[in-house]
């Protein structure tokens, strides 16, 4: 489970010393974004922090009896599992207009491919430059007045 886990939580006693299985799970998660969070920070602290710090694994210290510490500890993961640009590929935010837009050019393409196989060079330039047209209309360089309207009718215009 933990070659699948985006991020790897792993919940230390800063009040006793790191054990020999809490090091060979430092080790283990080598290649994985690993989050240290010392609970106990309210105690004595016997952790060797120089320890785990070698592992060059972020590193947070809580106490979950007083609180203390816990919104570090959000922002941490927050941070850890967050969208960078590369993370993007499996996420798509798309609005109503953007999902007709893109399926209005997918028919189309699909009835294109049909088409296109026994057609003259200019039917096929008209087919493919109304799929470009439907698919500037989601960039926003091709905005006709009904696509306006439609717009202007989801927000709350004030005088």
């Known amino acids: 489970m933990a070659k699948t886990s985006e991020i790897i939580l792993l919940v230390l006693d800063s009040s006793k010393e790191i054990s020999k299985e809490e090091i060979e799970l430092l080790n283990l998660f080598k290649k994985n974004k690993v989050l240290i969070i010392l609970n106990k920070s309210d105690l004595k602290k016997t952790i060797c922090?120089?320890?785990?710090k070698k592992y060059s694994y972020e590193i947070v210290k809580i106490s979950a009896k007083t609180g203390s510490g816990?919104?570090?500890?959000?922002?941490?993961?927050?941070?850890?599992?967050?969208?960078?640009?590369?993370?993007?590929?499996?996420?798509?935010?798309?609005?109503?207009?953007?999902?007709?837009?893109?399926?209005?050019?997918?028919?189309?393409?699909?009835?294109?491919?049909?088409?296109?196989?026994?057609?003259?060079?200019?039917?096929?330039?008209?087919?493919?430059?109304?799929?470009?047209?439907?698919?500037?209309?989601?960039?926003?360089?091709?905005?006709?007045?009904?696509?306006?309207?439609?717009?202007?009718?989801?927000?709350?215009?004030?005088?």
Not at 49 to 52: F, G, M, S
Not at 98 to 107: E, F, P, T, V
Not at 114 to 132: A, H, Y
């Open 70 to 159: 816990i919104e570090n500890l959000k922002e941490k993961i927050y941070k850890l599992v967050s969208f960078a640009p590369s993370d993007t590929e499996s996420l798509i935010m798309i609005n109503e207009r953007h999902l007709d837009i893109l399926n209005r050019s997918l028919k189309l393409s699909a009835d294109a491919e049909k088409l296109l196989k026994n057609e003259p060079l200019d039917v096929k330039s008209e087919i493919i430059t109304n799929i470009l047209e439907i698919l500037t209309e989601f960039t926003g360089e091709n905005i006709n007045e009904e696509v306006v309207n439609m717009i202007f009718s989801k927000f709350c215009v004030g005088k």
């Open 49 to 52: 922090i120089d320890e785990i």
